[in-house]
């Protein structure tokens, strides 16, 4: 009895031996095995499981928004096994910067988000953000460095990295009366003295009489406009061939500069324009000329669709009566413009960097970008689409779009922020008449030193 219990149990394993050869015989014909977390599931090769979305954790403005949305939906399209699930944060602008650094200091920085232009070089510094070439080097050589400007290739990048891709563009522009102009015989600015002489023009008593102007040219000459003094002024400094900073010194100390100041000054001084710029907000010079008040207004390329409904003018009616030239050659013998914009960043924590950069890499490509600017007449920063748009339809973006040839980009410095305030401070000193223009440079140059810590040359 005993020895028949025995051969019985030698059977029953037998047989076990052979079924668990068949099972493993079946898992390397096309069953998967999932042991995370210590469980075991079986996937049928003729119905695959869907994976969970991976999630993607973003900031951004309203504006910019639905544009993201569009490449998440192209993505999951044509990705239906790699989707992805948007967990987006729209912010007004004012609560953009200090919700990003808040986020980043505590470890909690989204996968990607929007900054403005000038942040870049402090968040890089910061260890904030995800070099481009580090995630996608391909697309770097063969994208970012063939069909953006020249510009924001350079001023994108912080000591060498690349590390933002431009959404868009904007730039700084003389607005004129076009119709005026024309009227009076009088061709639109390409240096300082022929802008001072149209300003001056339209200052005289008989010609405000004529069009209702109470004076010649408005442009932000103060604290008071903050960054849109800087960003729209900076272009006086370079057409008279003076910048702020060169070789890692302070330049700005120049002659060149002082120059840019003292012409600034004579727009005042000479009653082409009133000490009142000083108190101008960010948007009140363009404000003056689409209310018909001013003949010429220092303005930036993004008031192109606030002037149009200011003004009710037609497409046709801002053909005839809205000039733009970039701003007037100086002492340097060129035209000059400043290059602004908002850019699009991976943080050095994100989650998913590389899901981000394709996200990123559809959201700035041409198709979804040439839609963005025509949609809200901002520059693009791609030179394909700046060539594909419509001549006709799409004039202003078009005609502006060759001024990015000349543009530069404001410093590219972690201390950008304090640099842009000493800015600030020197024209407004000098317009004001509280300081001479020599003084007043050489005391924010001195400044300038002071807060980057950077040698005046």
């Not at 980043?104 to 953000?129: H, K, M, N, R, T």
């Not at 009140?284 to 303005?299: C, D, E, I, P």
């Not at 980009?409 to 223009?437: D, F, H, L």
């Amino acid at each position: 009895m005993q020895k028949m219990k025995v051969l019985v149990l030698v059977f029953v394993l037998a047989v076990m031996t052979i079924l668990a050869g068949c099972g493993a015989k079946s898992s390397d014909s096309g069953a998967s095995q999932n042991t995370q977390g210590g469980e075991s599931t079986a996937e049928s090769s003729a119905e695959p499981t869907s994976a969970e979305p991976t999630e993607l954790t973003v900031i951004n403005q309203d504006r910019w928004a639905p544009y993201v949305e569009k490449a998440v939906k192209i993505w999951n399209e044509q990705h239906p096994d790699k989707q992805v699930k948007l967990n987006q944060l729209v912010l007004g602008y004012p609560q953009l910067r200090q919700k990003i650094t808040t986020a980043a200091a505590a470890g909690q920085a989204p996968d990607f988000s929007l900054i403005d232009s000038v942040w870049v070089a402090e968040f890089a510094d910061a260890g904030y953000l995800k070099p481009l070439d580090s995630i996608d080097p391909d697309w770097v050589e063969n994208d970012f460095k063939k069909d953006f400007y020249p510009v924001f290739v350079g001023g994108d990048s912080y000591e060498g990295k690349p590390y933002a891709i431009r959404s868009q563009t904007d730039m700084a522009l003389i607005w004129f009366r076009k119709d005026w102009f024309s009227q009076e015989g009088i061709q639109p600015p390409k240096t300082w003295d022929e802008l001072m002489a149209a300003a001056k023009h339209f200052s005289q008593k008989d010609v405000q009489a004529k069009y209702g102007n109470s004076q010649g040219i408005a442009f932000p000459g103060g604290m008071k406009a903050g960054e849109t003094t800087t960003s729209l002024l900076m272009p006086f400094f370079w057409s008279s061939g003076a910048d702020v900073f060169k070789d890692g010194k302070v330049v700005l100390d120049s002659t060149e500069s002082k120059a840019a100041v003292q012409f600034l000054t004579d727009l005042v001084g000479e009653k082409a324009s009133t000490k009142e710029v000083i108190s101008y907000e960010w948007d009140r010079a363009t404000k003056l000329l689409a209310t018909g008040k001013v003949a010429l207004s220092v303005g930036g390329s993004y008031e192109y669709a606030m002037i149009k409904n200011t003004t009710g003018w037609s497409d046709d009616e801002m053909k005839e009566k809205l000039g733009f030239v970039p701003i007037p050659a100086g002492g340097s013998g060129k035209v000059a413009t400043s290059a602004g914009g908002m850019d699009y960043v991976i943080y050095e924590q994100a989650k998913q960097p590389e899901l981000a950069m394709e996200i990123l890499k559809i959201v700035t490509g041409p198709e979804l970008m040439k839609e963005f600017v025509v949609d809200t007449a901002q520059n693009s920063p791609r030179i394909s689409v700046t060539e594909g748009l419509d001549k006709d339809k799409d004039w202003f973006l078009a005609e502006t779009g060759k001024f990015l040839y000349d543009a530069n980009v404001r410093p590219v410095i972690p201390e950008y922020a304090k640099v842009s305030e000493q800015i600030q401070k020197m024209i407004e000193s000098a317009v004001s008449g509280k300081t001479p223009a020599d003084q007043a440079v050489t005391e924010a140059a001195k400044a300038i030193s002071d807060v980057t810590g950077l040698p005046q040359q």
